[in-house]
Structure formats: C-alpha cells, structure tokens
C-alpha cells in the first residue's frame, strides 16, 4: 500500500532541514487517546495512522488541560489555558478579542511571512472573523453531510477535498501551515448520532466492540451528591450506549467515522509526498478533546477521567533523528504546547508573558529534555450549563495518582492510577492514602495558582 514513505528520509544528519517548516494541523473532533488499533483499540482500522507512528512519534500521554470542545480550540490557537484565554461558554470568542489575536499562532506566523489557513469546525460565533484572520478558510460544520451546489458530499471527504485545493493553491514561495478541523468523529444531534459514508457500512459488521467495565456497576462508585440522574455524562450514555445493540450500533459507526478520517489524512499526507514538500513540513495529528465510552456509565467529556483527557499526539518531523522515530513517548505533553511548538518549528519568536506551554519538539531534539519535562499537570474545566449537568471540575494529574476537585460542591476524589487505571476506587477516605492527599491537595493548590497568575518572561506552566 502507497503510504507516501521514504526509507531515505533524514537518515543523514545534512538531510535535517534548517529553514521554517510547513505545518500541517489534522485535527478530528471528539478522538480520546486510544482509538486508533497501534494504541489499544484493535477492533479500529486506522491503518493510515498506525504507520505515521511508526514513520514518527506517538506521545502515549498527551492530554487536553479542559476537555470541551471549543476551549480546546481556543487553547489550540492561544497556547493558553482557559483561565487565560476566557473563552469559557459555548461560542464565547475572547481569545479573538482585539489585543488577544495578535498573539496567536496563526496570527504570529502570518507576520512572519507564512500563508496561513484553517479548513472545517471553527466552533465561535463569528465566522467572518475566519476569513479575515486567514489567509485562506473555508467553514463547515455541525453535519456529516454538505450540500455542496446541489451535491450532497460527506463532510470527511469534503475536508480533504477542501485541504488539497489549499494545498494545491498556496503561494508557492511562502511556507504554509493550516488547520484541518475535521468534524468527524463527533456525533451531531438526533437519533442517528454518527453517519458514516454507504460504504462503511460492512466495517465492523462481523464484529463486537468489547464494553467498558459494568455500567451500572461503575456508574453506582460515583459520588452520587455530583453525578446525579440530571448529569449530562450520564443523559449520553443513556441515550447512546446503554444498551448493547445501541453500544454496539453507534460505536461501529463511531469506528466507521475513524477509519474515513484516518483514509483522509492518508490522501492529504500523499498530497505533500506528490508536491515534494514531505521532507520540509511538519505533520501534528491530534484532538480537541477525549471522550466517555461507557467507562464509569458516562458518555461525553468535560471529567477529568483518563479517557476524557487523554487525546492522540502523532508527529511527523523531518528533523527527528531517525533513532528517535517508531518510538512511543509516555511524557505529558498538554495541547497548551502546540502553539509554542509551532511557533518554535516556524523560528518565530513565542510572545513573553502569554503562551503557558512548552516546545515538545524538545523531547525528540535534545538529549536531557526528559529529564526537566513536566511530571504532572493542572486540568480545569469551568461552569457550563450548570453544576447539575456539568459540574465544575479541576485535577492535579499524574501517572500514579490523581486528585480530583469538584468546585462545585467542595467534593474530593483520589485515584490510585497505577493500581486502579480505570478509576474505579475512590481512595480520598481510605486512611492508607491520606498522606498523599495531604501533599496532593498542596501542590494542586500551587499549579492553579500558577495556572491563573500573569507569568513572567520565558516561564512555562510546568
């Protein structure tokens, strides 16, 4: 099969580019951590992706600092945290404020001389601004199908329709970089939640996606004083996955909807190989945010559970030495990084006092950047639609525990992650673990102060 590869590339150190990069974003909505088969889910076909993981890297641990939709993407362009950014309630567009813009990094990149675009979701509620703050744009979302003059197109085809017509008209004098917001695999609204194209259908036809840990059984482990019967995690799964013909019928189409995305992204990266520009461009594939598939009888995002927060990171870097690729890196790198990368893979200046993130390119290109890298995290996810629906949450995230905070209502948990992964035994009352809460509850102190302080120059959230 043509996956667009060389075995040449970059295997000499003279090969390794030393002029900005094109970036390339693909960026499907709704996409957790693990489905993809290279990551755990092998009922999944992503052939596409499992060899970019192998062409690249794949960051096993990188998460989203909120897991809603439209705060992702306002952190996408911002490298900020919602706590700075402010773009907090559904459609809110601060981070275009005047003032906020030109601190961005598609913004930055155009004053540096780049042709910059975005293609798909934009998720705000000035679509215009889009076609004034890009080079090239063209929005769709909110559907699975277009009617595109008169013709009905499927929106995973029309994003990489719409890509390769931007990769085809660019300047070519002028280095790129272009978001490609695919919609897919999020569910739109209805009792057809997911639509994948006719001929997806006979994927996964013979097959049984295996189910999550008892529904019920882990559903009933939650504090009950903030998931209620009223939670909208808990009306998702209810109206998607409760029982297993519904589990069964929407996550193949939810599957269904990952493989076209993943055949796209396939299409697009062949499109850079037919152009000859492979081997000077930058290719980051990740997501908004993760998302609930049953575990804890939840669907959705917006909790701090592992496969809410938890999103792909796959990079293709002509300048990874060719001993680090093929590899995974369990590190943390967080989606508050990807403007400050960018931003360092374009040589551009990152903008002092702003951006909250780091250059995760360190982690491949420099011998001890592991040893400094950041061990924990701060999450936060703000009110929305109420404390009932959506509680207000935030955590102090590590690989062997993890302190959750419902702001809401002053109620802690704690999980033992390396000896509970699933998250199923809340241990913040057991008294072998008070200890750890003790300091836990100090250092998530810390880091949200950090988090919402102004910082100072060259300083990152660590």
């Known amino acids: 099969m043509d996956w667009g590869e060389s075995s040449s ?65 306002a952190t996408l362009f911002t490298g900020q945290y919602v706590s700075r950014h402010g773009s907090d309630k559904l459609f809110r567009h601060r981070f275009c404020d005047e003032g906020k813009w030109n601190v961005t990094w598609p913004y930055l990149l155009q004053k540096a001389g780049y042709y910059v675009g975005h293609i798909g979701k934009w998720q705000f509620r000035n679509p215009d601004f889009v076609g004034e ?8 979302q909110f559907q699975h199908w277009h009617n595109i003059n008169g013709t009905l197109i499927h929106t995973t085809d029309y994003t990489e329709q719409t890509t390769i017509e931007f990769l085809r008209e660019r300047p070519k004098d002028a280095p790129f970089a272009v978001t490609v917001a695919f919609y897919p695999p999020k569910a739109i609204a209805g009792k057809q939640p997911f639509n994948p194209k006719p001929e997806s259908e006979e994927i996964y036809v013979n097959m049984t996606v295996p189910e999550p840990f008892d529904a019920n059984a882990s559903w009933g482990r939650l504090n009950r004083t903030v998931f209620s019967d009223q939670n909208l995690g808990r009306g998702t799964w209810y109206q998607s996955l409760r029982t297993h013909e519904m589990y069964q019928k929407n996550m193949k189409d939810m ?34 945010n993760g998302f609930l598939h049953g575990e804890h009888g939840l669907g959705g995002k917006w909790f701090p559970f592992e496969e809410s927060i938890r999103v792909p990171l796959i990079v293709w870097d002509p300048r990874m030495p060719v001993s680090k690729r093929g590899k995974t890196d369990d590190s943390f790198t967080l989606n508050v990084d990807l403007a400050t990368t960018i931003l360092a893979v374009a040589q551009v200046e990152v903008p002092r006092g702003v951006m909250q993130g780091r250059d995760f390119s360190d982690l491949y290109l420099k011998k001890n950047a592991h040893q400094t890298w950041r061990k924990e995290f701060f999450y936060e996810h703000p009110d929305h639609g109420g404390k009932k629906t959506i509680p207000m949450s935030s955590a102090l995230v590590r690989k062997d525990y993890k302190y959750i905070l419902y702001d809401d209502y002053g109620v802690e948990s704690l999980y033992h992650l390396e000896k509970d992964p699933m998250e199923l035994n809340d241990v913040v009352d057991n008294p072998m673990h008070q200890a750890k809460l003790a300091e836990m509850r100090i250092r998530y102190q810390e880091l949200k102060n950090v988090v919402k302080m102004p910082i100072a120059d060259n300083s990152t959230i660590v």
Request: hydrophobic share 40%.
């Open 255 to 288: 599957y269904r909807m990952i493989t076209e995305v993943d055949a796209a992204c396939k299409n697009i990266f062949n499109e850079l190989k037919k152009q000859n520009i492979l081997n000077e461009t930058m290719v980051i594939f990740t997501s908004d």
């Open 133 to 140: 703050a890009f080079n090239w744009s063209r929005v769709f």
């Open 9 to 73: 590339w970059g295997e000499k150190e003279e090969m390794l580019p030393r002029k900005p990069l094109n970036i390339l974003v693909l960026f499907p909505d709704d996409m957790r951590h693990d489905s993809m088969s290279s990551a755990g889910t092998q009922i999944v076909q992503t052939p596409f992706l499992d060899h970019l993981s192998i062409l690249g890297k794949r960051f096993t641990h990188n998460c989203v600092t909120t897991s809603i939709c439209w705060i992702s993407r």
